[in-house]
Antibody, heavy 119, light 109 residues
Framework: EVQLVESGGGLIQPGGSLTLSCAASGFSVSNNYMNWVRQAPGKGLEWVSVIYTGGSTYYSDSVKGRFTISRDNSKNTVYLQMNNVRVEDAAVYHC?????????????WGQGTLVTVSS | EIVLTQSPPTLSLSPGDRATLSCRASQSVSSHLAWYQQKPGQAPRLLIYDASNRATGIPARFSGSVSGTDFTLTISSLEPEDFAVYHCQLRSNWPPVITFGQGTRLEIK
């Protein structure tokens, strides 16, 4: 069964750091375009980042320079390192596999992990 | 920057009704639009891709269409499990920029 399971969310102070994990099963993250998408409370979905099969990475303007996406092929896991976290980064963070280089659509998605930012 | 506007924000209907959800792009775009269903506490589920193609396992009552910059998700006869939030999503060409609509909440009347 193709599945994604996120972990690592929690309460963090503004300016702090946190690393989220996304463990995949049923397919290899190294052969797919893996993404993070977040959803702030009461808001819509917001794409955050992608890591391509060749290792190239892209970020939304809102997180560029602060977040880093990576993967560990041996653990079949994708990560999101969040640094200098802001109040507006509070959200449920989902990982999702994208179809095509252009990220035409996302399937499957993980259930998400909640990041709360507060002092 | 492309903006996707979903309407209405909330749609109140009864089981058996026909639901029509709209997603309008702010400028001329490709047809690579996707629709997702999301229930509380659950992951989004892909329903439609490339504007009109049903994803694997999605019932035939779900259909998608496009006319210019107006994309429509239609649920022909609502089942109780269809009441959820629906999101549309579009991608740019390059570099990757992904845009989501703000969602339409489909609630039981």
């Amino acid at each position: 069964e193709v599945q994604l399971v996120e972990s690592g969310g929690g309460l963090i102070q503004p300016g702090g750091s946190l690393t989220l994990s996304c463990a995949a099963s049923g397919f290899s993250v190294s052969n797919n375009y893996m993404n993070w998408v977040r959803q702030a409370p009461g808001k819509g979905l917001e794409w955050v980042s992608v890591i391509y099969t060749g290792g190239s990475t892209y970020y939304s303007d809102s997180v560029k320079g602060r977040f880093t996406i990576s993967r560990d092929n041996s653990k079949n896991t994708v990560y999101l390192q969040m640094n200098n976290v802001r109040v507006e980064d509070a959200a449920v963070y989902h990982c999702a596999r994208a179809y095509s280089t252009y990220l035409d659509w996302f399937d499957p998605w993980g259930q998400g992990t909640l990041v709360t930012v507060s002092s | 920057e492309i903006v996707l506007t979903q309407s209405p924000p909330t749609l109140s209907l009864s089981p058996g009704d026909r639901a029509t959800l709209s997603c309008r792009a702010s400028q001329s775009v490709s047809s690579h639009l996707a629709w997702y269903q999301q229930k509380p506490g659950q992951a989004p589920r892909l329903l439609i891709y490339d504007a009109s193609n049903r994803a694997t396992g999605i019932p035939a009552r779900f259909s998608g269409s496009v006319s210019g910059t107006d994309f429509t998700l239609t649920i022909s006869s609502l089942e109780p499990e269809d009441f959820a939030v629906y999101h549309c999503q579009l991608r740019s060409n390059w570099p990757p920029v992904i845009t989501f609509g703000q969602g339409t909440r489909l609630e039981i009347k």
